[in-house]
Structures are given as structure tokens and as C-alpha cells.
């Protein structure tokens, strides 16, 4: 779904680079991707992050999985290849963001590690930091949240490739976090970002 079909395309290069838009905003463009099942806490850990970040003056962008799938990946189903398509325009887009200078917070259940790998290559490539936080929260516990009556409807059948249930989800093994969600509280899991952000360095230009 994603082989190359446009041609006669030249790549244009502009007149400024990340590190001076970097230093315009003061920060330095990242992108902060959180993986993990459905009802981990995901969306609830990036919205307050979101807030947080801003609130102490940083650029900062929330991208949100059902919200993308209302726009610009609303043809797009939960087949394999549609998941691994969904996944390939996050990344581009996310990869635009970071390198706009923007704090990018991608909240994605992204179940499978080749999907993540190849977001995570686009940013190494393009000389970007990458984030992978790996919100844990073991299955049994996110049956219990089920804030959207999904888990129920797997259960019974109702719906078909659904993620822990009849469709795996491959953890991560080397994330530069592992957030377990099921044992810490909202603002212990965005400190926990913000720590990593700031050993990084990535909360200054």
C-alpha cells in the first residue's frame, strides 16, 4: 500500500534547517510514541502530557488514534495492512512535526514491532529523536477499564482482529520507557515522560 507511484518528483530542499527551527522555538522537535493495548492509558497519558508541556511554555502536539482515524485515516480499516498503513502515515506525519521543532505525542496501540521499527528508522534517518514509551498494562486490567465497551464486544464476537484479543500485540523489547500504568498514577506517568525528555535533553534547543 505504500510502494512509491508518484514520478517525475524531485525532493525540494528549503533554505533552513531543523537545528534553526529548533532554536526558534527553543526546544529541540521530537517525537514521543506511546504504545500499548487498548484501554492501557495511552490517550490519558498523552492528553495530560500535552497540557503539562504547554503549560511550561514548551510546543507541543497530540496525535490520537481514533482522532486520526476520523481524517486523514478514515479509509483505512484494522486489517493487517491497513494497521501497518496507519501506522506509515503517523510516522510520516509525526516525522514533520519533530522536525517542525514540535514536541510530537503519538498515542497509537501500533501492536506490531516492525510497524514501530519502521517509524522509528524514518526518525533515525531523518536525524530525529525518537521516543518509544511502552504503556503497560496487562490485559486482564484493561478488560476491567474498557471505556468504550470494545473488549466486551471482542468477547462476544462482535468484533473481528481486535488487539489482545483474537490479533496480538507484540510489546516492546527496548523502549526508552516502560510505563506501567496499572501501578502508577496520571501525573507519576507524565513525569516519568518528562524525565526521560529532559536526561535527553530535549526540553532545551
Not at 122 to 135: M, S, T
Request: with cysteine; net charge neutral; glycine share 8%.
Amino acid at each position: 500500500m505504500n510502494q512509491q507511484k508518484a514520478t517525475n518528483i524531485t525532493w525540494h530542499d528549503g533554505a533552513v534547517d531543523p537545528q534553526e527551527r529548533h532554536k526558534n522555538l527553543g526546544q529541540k522537535g521530537v517525537t514521543v510514541w506511546m504504545t500499548g493495548l487498548s484501554a492501557s492509558g495511552k490517550s490519558t497519558v498523552a492528553v495530560a502530557l500535552e497540557q503539562v508541556l504547554l503549560k511550561q511554555g514548551k510546543h507541543a502536539y497530540r496525535l490520537d488514534g481514533d482522532n486520526i482515524r476520523h481524517g486523514l485515516n478514515n479509509n483505512l480499516g484494522f486489517s493487517a495492512d491497513d494497521r501497518a498503513e496507519n501506522i506509515r502515515r503517523i510516522g510520516e506525519v509525526a516525522k514533520l512535526f519533530a522536525d517542525a521543532g514540535i514536541i510530537t505525542i503519538a498515542s497509537f496501540i501500533s501492536p506490531y514491532t516492525a510497524d514501530r521499527d519502521k517509524v522509528r528508522k524514518l526518525h533515525d534517518d531523518a536525524k530525529l529523536p525518537f521516543i518509544e514509551v511502552f504503556v503497560d498494562c496487562p490485559l486482564e486490567e484493561a478488560e476491567k477499564r474498557d471505556p468504550k465497551g470494545l473488549y466486551k464486544k471482542a468477547r462476544a464476537g462482535e468484533i473481528k482482529g481486535f488487539t489482545g484479543i483474537d490479533d496480538p500485540y507484540e510489546a516492546p523489547t527496548n523502549p526508552e520507557l516502560h510505563l506501567p500504568t496499572h501501578e502508577y498514577s496520571i501525573a507519576q506517568s507524565v513525569q516519568a515522560v518528562l524525565d526521560v525528555l529532559e536526561k535527553k535533553n530535549l526540553l532545551k534547543a
